[in-house]
């Protein structure tokens, strides 16, 4: 069955059931700093395992979801579902930063850091070892983003700015926004090793990322060739097939002992306190 195939039946009222019925899923990718070579963190990936048409893409149904006004639920079920994958992770040893991805839609509840703050209370999860991504393309329109982002960043959530390179963000946007890490788009770094237009932005953005105190990542890291263009590139921390493929909770403890063992950890090499940096600029300006 082709996943045209699969898409058909894989409606808002199926999506509906879907979440009531435990058919949702969050798989988990990890993310590694280059300096140091650790686990630095893991991002959340929803999956609808669908018990007749198998799984649907989130390309498919979290458009679909917003579409159909269920992202609010969906987006506080992963959130909860990741706190609580974090609580077992840190029970069985594993210490690392969880990112969950939300829609623009979500940011435009004024109580929406409240909620994110009151579901990690209660599954007891520390808000620095959380992380929220938005695509750039959401910053674009949603009221009350300064507002919303800077609540959530004084909660001690780390905040990424997504697929960055292909939305429509200013430079003053960057500059006011509490965003802690610049995530480059996948499209640039997949032709980085081809591509010498691609190699200069992605050295613009890293560039950019660091000058205003933020951390670079680069997603889509598919291949050796391109990770050691990252390294030279002075990018942070890469995500991608080459590091690993997103998988189940339970299957993330092994990945982690797998790459500690395959990766000793490096002192650390990077650059120094890149949040506080930011912090200290904020506190500078009266922010
Ligand atoms: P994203 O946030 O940019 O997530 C990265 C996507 O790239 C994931 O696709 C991941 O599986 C894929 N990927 C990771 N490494 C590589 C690589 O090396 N090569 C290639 N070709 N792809 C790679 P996925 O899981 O299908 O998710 C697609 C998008 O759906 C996500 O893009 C995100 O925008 C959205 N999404 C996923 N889960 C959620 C969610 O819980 N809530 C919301 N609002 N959106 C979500
Ligand atoms: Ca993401
Ligand atoms: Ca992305």
């Not at 939300?102 to 994110?116: K, Q, R, T």
Request: charged share 25%; net charge negative; glycine share 8%.
């Amino acid at each position: 069955m082709s996943q045209t195939d699969n898409i058909i039946g894989a409606d808002a009222e199926a999506l509906a059931t879907a979440l009531r019925g435990r058919e949702l899923e969050l798989h988990y990718q990890p993310k590694v700093a280059l300096g140091s070579n650790e686990l630095v963190g893991v991002e959340a990936l929803a999956r609808w395992r669908h018990p007749k048409l198998g799984f649907i893409p989130p390309t498919h149904f979290i458009p679909l979801a917003e579409s159909a006004g269920l992202i609010d639920a969906i987006t506080e079920w992963v959130i909860a579902e990741a706190a609580r994958q974090w609580s077992e992770w840190h029970a069985a040893g594993l210490t690392t930063r969880i990112a969950v991805n939300i829609s623009a839609v979500n940011l435009g509840h004024i109580d929406f850091p409240d909620l994110v703050g009151g579901i990690l209370r209660s599954a007891k999860v520390n808000c620095a070892h959380y992380e929220i991504e938005l695509t750039e393309s959401a910053t674009q329109n949603a009221v009350n983003l300064l507002d919303t982002l800077t609540r959530l960043r004084l909660k001690g959530i780390h905040l990424a700015i997504d697929d960055f390179g292909t939305g429509y963000s200013s430079l003053l946007q960057l500059q006011r926004l509490p965003f802690s890490s610049i995530k480059i788009d996948r499209s640039f770094v997949g032709n980085a090793d081809r591509s010498e237009d691609c190699r200069v932005i992605i050295r613009s953005v890293i560039d950019l990322a660091h000058n205003l105190g933020m951390e670079a990542v680069a997603e889509g890291v598919e291949t050796e060739t391109t990770l050691q263009l990252l390294r030279d590139l002075g990018c942070d921390v890469v995500q991608g097939y080459f590091i690993g493929r997103p998988r189940p909770g339970p299957a993330m403890l092994d990945f982690d002992k797998d790459w500690r063992q395959r990766h000793p950890a490096q002192p650390r090499t990077g650059p120094v306190e890149i949040a506080p940096a930011r912090d200290r600029h904020r506190a500078r300006r009266g922010a």
